[in-house]
């Protein structure tokens, strides 16, 4: 038994034990303090990732169609629907993604948008397909675990009366 102060402990563990645990508590608390930065940066990689690949598809609309009618082979869509649906997501869904509004909505909107494509290709390579995993990996983080503290949702949240 230690009396430090006006505190007594019983302690059956060695010091090492304690300062192991101490150490580990230290740690956690420092990773969950970085959880809100880290789904912000993982909201704004992927928000950049889609809009941007939007946006190529937007500026040769004739094209963006010649490949949706002949490269990417989507199921049960015409090309040119698909086409519209693909750009519309990849505009629209990053952009409520940063501003973390309907966060978990576009999040796994994106990650419809990122099967679909990995599905569509006939051929994709290795490469680009491990890329497409990690883009779905963090997709399906924020939308199991949400956007965080820093997101409009967030802040609405209690505004009208939720949780």
Not at 13 to 23: F, K, S, T
Request: glycine share 8%.
């Amino acid at each position: 038994m230690t009396t430090t102060g006006t505190s007594t402990t019983t302690s059956s563990q060695p010091a090492w034990v304690i300062r192991g645990l101490n150490a580990w508590c230290l740690l956690t608390r420092s990773l969950d303090a970085l959880q809100p930065l880290a789904a912000l940066l993982a909201r704004l990689y992927i928000a950049q990732v889609f809009f941007l690949s939007g946006l190529t598809k937007l500026r040769d609309w004739d094209t963006t169609v010649a490949l949706f009618t002949d490269e990417y082979k989507v199921p049960l869509l015409p090309p040119a629907a698909a086409a519209f649906m693909g750009t519309a997501g990849e505009l629209v869904l990053p952009v409520l993604l940063v501003l973390g509004l309907g966060g978990r909505f576009s999040a796994l909107g994106l990650f419809v948008v990122n099967a679909v494509a990995v599905i569509s290709l006939s051929e994709i390579a290795p490469a680009a397909l491990q890329q497409h995993v990690f883009w779905g990996s963090l997709l399906a983080g924020l939308a199991i675990y949400g956007l965080g503290p820093w997101s409009l949702d967030r802040w609405l949240a209690p505004r009208f009366g939720r949780n």
